[in-house]
């Protein structure tokens, strides 16, 4: 079965066949909502199912800046400073341009470019939302391009109510005019949203920062289980080993856990379980030294080690959250 996505701007119903079975899965972008919301308004004759779509797009919380109408070159491509839906997550392309990077053994053919895209994405749903470069593709003047190494590059799970700002990179051929990203809305389906590269934009997009920390979390000390695992927050506080290539504008903190299995079977772990945010958006994790957190761990052993996140100098409030499977318990640590 082929499926299908719906852009605002058409007004099209669709339905998206998932493992778990039918769920529509909404591909807008923001100013034909406005727009449909608009026409619901002044005619009493709309149909039953807008009236549902249009309360269920009311009801998604804080969505990036409105996009005017010269960011969005039709109901599926867009420039920076547009912004798009799909399902729960509102997407807006803050940024784009020519990526140099800082590690000389990282360059482009002869006769090629690297280029970025860069998105927010917040999770306005009550469940988490996956969001990677994996999911991008990258066409210049037709051709298919492949995509560049970077380790800042967009991979995050965002739980609910939170933010992730990252980029996309592709290598292209320096002289080529037409380059659009795409990003493809599900593995089920060949529709996608496309992104326009057109030299160096920036739409001077701020993230809104979320200070509050979340209510109950874990204090240092503290302890709980997950998948069978008996898991103590020991300690957390400021990375002071060495760091390469240490990010400006940003400093290094650090969780420290104990990880024990009570079980008489083997039990698998990862230092992957543990993520962290920064005034509500995600942070990327930094390998610092060997991973201890990370492995197969025999009936009644025990393990210990530290994950180490970069976070922006002036963050407030820091969390970690831990979560052994994609959409199980979310447990919060509260740093300091």
């Not at 619901?40 to 800046?65: G, H, I, L, N, V």
């Not at 496309?194 to 209510?215: C, H, M, R, S």
């Not at 103590?232 to 506080?237: D, E, I, T």
């Amino acid at each position: 079965m082929t499926a299908k996505f719906r852009f605002a701007a058409a007004l099209a119903a669709a339905m998206l066949m998932t493992a778990a079975g039918c769920s529509e899965t909404a591909v807008s972008s923001q100013a034909d909502a406005q727009s449909s919301a608009q026409k619901a308004e002044s005619s009493a004759a709309d149909t039953e199912s807008r009236t549902d779509s249009q309360e269920s797009s009311q009801s998604e919380t804080e969505a990036p800046p409105q996009a005017s109408d010269s960011q969005e070159t039709d109901d599926h491509t867009f420039r920076v400073g547009g912004r798009f839906r799909v399902k729960s997550v509102e997407y807006m392309y803050t940024a784009c341009g020519e990526y140099h990077p800082e590690n000389v053994y990282l360059t482009p053919a002869e006769g090629n470019r690297f280029v970025f895209a860069e998105l927010y994405c917040k999770n306005n749903g009550e469940s988490n939302e996956g969001v990677s470069w994996i999911s991008f593709d990258c066409h210049a003047d037709g051709v298919e391009c492949k995509t560049a190494t970077a380790t800042d590059a967009l991979s995050a799970t965002v739980s609910p109510g939170r933010a992730a700002q990252g980029r996309v990179y592709f290598e292209v051929p320096a002289s080529a005019k037409d380059i659009r990203i795409g990003y493809r809305v599900s593995i089920l389906s060949d529709e996608r949203a496309y992104l326009i590269v057109d030299g160096e934009q920036d739409a001077g997009f701020v993230p809104e920062k979320n200070t509050a920390p979340t209510e109950g979390a874990l204090q240092p000390g503290g302890s709980f289980t997950a998948g069978g695992l008996e898991i103590r927050y020991l300690s957390c506080g400021e990375f002071t080993g060495e760091v390469y290539n240490r990010k400006a504008g940003c400093r290094y903190v650090q969780f420290a856990l104990e990880v024990t299995n009570p079980t008489s079977e083997e039990l698998r772990f990862s230092s992957l379980d543990l993520r962290a945010c920064a005034d509500g958006m995600c942070v990327q994790s930094y390998l610092a030294g060997s991973d201890t957190l990370t492995g197969k761990l025999a009936p009644g052993a025990s393990t210990s080690g530290e994950v180490v996140f970069t976070v922006p100098e002036d963050a407030q409030t820091v969390e970690a959250e831990y979560q052994q499977s994609y959409n199980g318990e979310i447990t919060v640590l509260a740093y300091r």
